[in-house]
């Protein structure tokens, strides 16, 4: 999400800048800018839309001299605070144009600090949240351009990487970061800082990890590196002996395999910034009065795939939290069955692109028989947030592989987020109790770290179940739609047969599906359906199946029906898909990988599908 570049050196500074960006593409982005200094002068130059708007700015200007200079910023902009416009894209100045900064992530009390700063006189010129960091900057700044940017960084709450230069300071960029990676690659006589090595890479192969809470000055001769109390800390280089296109995926084989791990950052930036100082929830995004909350008499969810998955999962929240009737619709089917919709209906339509022509065909139709309609999505200006009442943003970052992983859990995070809104608005759950359930939701990133890093032995089942023609995959409750969704990622990237079911609904029929063999994935965390959960799957061991089942951390009561156990951390039972659904996106991704398939392009799918 965002690309960023820094640079000074002797070179010009614009070309490798653009050059950097250019690299950082793959990351998504729907603005860009550069900030170049010059003679005392930071001149900027920012377009919404691709790179190729910005350089056809720039290459106006050179008829009047260019952008000269060799200390340059620069950024791709993926709008999250505000639309993607000319006047939203970084770098973004103070007051007087002295500072340029760009920025990528959200600072979360960024409307404390902007009401502070309009009282202070500071006039605010974009939507975003980054313009506070340069009036901030023009406060704090007394000569010494790294105080100053640590001093504000200890007011940010949230997460950044912070990229600033200064008009008095020809030989330094300072750069900074919480929760988000920065790299500095070093050069001869030249320096740089980049999202990732790709943005440098073309110039350097040594390169040095930023780590959390760190301030870099990074000038011609070398780069210093402190803490937040000015303290320097040293730090070692290492080599980059990626090439081009493996540095573009951060090193990885596939882009799927990146998001992956770069979950429990979605889950953060979507769960971030939505509590008041007292701790309860903020939803402005929903845009509708606490009246007309405490008027919703059913809930309908359209969304397709795997978003309909996270709508399902959206179900047993709501109706546990706000005991609101809760409907979850394959969009296709919705539109064209004449559904029972009006204007006491909350529609909540979920879309990672915003452009599926199912949800949107079943969105108009909802909006048609007057329900309120809520996009839940992950592109900003997307037609599905166009055409929706109001929109709740996930924020996930772009996401490039097909098959959908981040966007997803970004959607359960979002989901929950909804759910306990609509609670706290209708009077169904105390303050107490939503401040205990956002606790636990705000643990969830953590975990998601913890359990991506035991997951070699997921991968090696993968493997020895390759040539497997068939999967079933059971969960009860929320691990349901888990069961689903597992299905539908192995399916999707390893084309092989998958069903997911409801555990207590097998012997109804798909029983029969067993043989010998027969590989049973059971979502099977601690709940208070365990039990049953058990029976279930000693019904499918009996008639042979080979059962691979998830568990939480400890849990001894399921291992003897086990043949495989993925352990999961423990978190509340609602809360266990943002958990379940790591290990079965990384089953199928090996799985694919070792049958030797595209994991980021599978056959005949595309990543927005905008035909009905
Ligand atoms: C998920 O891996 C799939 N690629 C697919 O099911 C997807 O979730 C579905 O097409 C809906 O897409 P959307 O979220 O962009 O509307």
Not at 23 to 46: F, I, K, T
Not at 93 to 101: E, K, L, S, T
Not at 573 to 600: C, K, N
């Amino acid at each position: 999400m965002c690309g960023i570049v820094g640079y000074v050196g002797h070179r010009p500074a614009v070309e490798v800048v653009i050059d950097g960006l250019r690299r950082l593409e793959y990351r998504g982005y729907d603005s860009a800018g550069v900030a170049v200094l010059d003679g005392g002068q930071l001149q900027v130059e920012r377009k919404a839309g691709k790179l190729a708007n910005l350089e056809k700015e720039l290459a106006a200007r050179s008829a009047t001299g260019g952008m000269p200079g060799s200390l340059g910023i620069g950024h791709t902009r993926w709008a999250t605070h505000g639309p993607p416009t000319d006047g939203n894209a970084h770098p973004h100045v103070d007051c007087d144009g002295a500072f340029a900064v760009v920025h990528n992530g959200t600072i979360e009390n960024f409307e404390e600090l902007v009401a502070g700063l309009a009282e202070r006189g500071h006039a605010r010129r974009s939507d975003t949240d980054t313009e506070a960091v340069a009036h901030l900057l023009e406060e704090r700044y007394d000569g010494d351009l790294a105080a100053a940017v640590r001093s504000v960084c200890a007011d940010l709450e949230g997460s950044f990487v912070l990229v600033v230069a200064h008009r008095e300071q020809p030989d330094l960029i300072v750069a900074a970061r919480r929760n988000l990676p920065l790299v500095i690659g070093l050069g001869e006589g030249e320096n740089f800082v980049g999202s990732d090595v790709t943005a440098f890479i073309a110039h350097t192969r040594e390169a040095r990890a930023v780590e959390q809470d760190q301030v870099v000055e990074v000038r011609r001769s070398g780069v210093i590196v402190t803490d937040l109390t000015g303290a320097v800390v040293e730090g070692a280089s290492y080599h980059v002996d990626w090439d081009t296109d493996a540095a573009e995926k951060g090193g990885y084989e596939f882009f799927m395999l990146k998001e992956i791990d770069e979950q429990p950052d979605a889950v953060r930036e979507t769960l971030g910034g939505r509590l008041t100082p007292e701790g309860l929830l903020h939803l402005d995004e929903l845009d509708m009065s606490d009246q007309d909350i405490r008027g919703i008499e059913q809930v309908v969810i359209i969304a397709c795939g795997s978003s309909y998955h996270s709508g399902l999962v959206g179900k047993y929240a709501i109706e546990r939290w706000c005991r609101l009737p809760v409907h979850v619709e394959m969009a296709s089917e919705f539109r064209y069955r004449d559904p029972v919709v009006g204007r006491s209906t909350l529609v909540i339509a979920i879309s990672q692109s915003g452009e599926t022509a199912d949800t949107l065909e079943a969105l108009r139709h909802a909006r048609e028989q007057k329900a309120w309609v809520l996009a839940v999505t992950n592109t900003i200006g997307s037609t599905i947030s166009r055409e929706s009442d109001a929109a709740f943003y996930t924020r996930g970052g772009p996401e490039v592989a097909v098959a959908s992983t981040k966007a997803v859990i970004a959607q359960l995070a979002a989901m929950y987020v909804v759910g306990l809104y609509l609670a706290q608005v209708r009077g169904t759950r105390d303050a107490d109790e939503v401040r205990a359930h956002m606790r636990d939701l705000q643990e969830v990133p953590d975990l998601i770290a913890t359990l991506l890093e035991r997951m070699e032995p997921v991968r090696e089942l993968a493997r020895a179940l390759k040539d497997e023609p068939r999967v079933l995959f059971l969960g009860r409750h929320v691990g349901y739609p888990m069961a689903l969704e597992g299905a539908l990622k192995l399916k999707e990237l390893a084309y092989v047969s998958a069903e997911g079911f409801p555990a207590g609904e097998i012997k109804h029929g798909p029983i029969a599906l067993i043989e010998k063999g027969t590989p049973v994935v059971v979502l099977a965390p601690r709940h208070a359906l365990q039990a049953k959960l058990i029976n279930n799957v000693q019904e499918v061991r009996a008639r042979g199946a080979r059962t691979i089942v998830v568990a939480t951390d400890g849990d001894e009561s399921v291992t003897p029906y086990a043949d495989h156990i993925i352990w999961i951390p423990d978190t509340k039972s609602l809360l266990t898909p943002l958990l379940t659904i790591v290990p079965m996106q990384v089953l199928s991704a090996e799985m694919a990988r070792a049958r030797g398939l595209d994991v980021d392009q599978p056959r005949n799918l595309a990543k927005s599908v905008t035909v009905e």
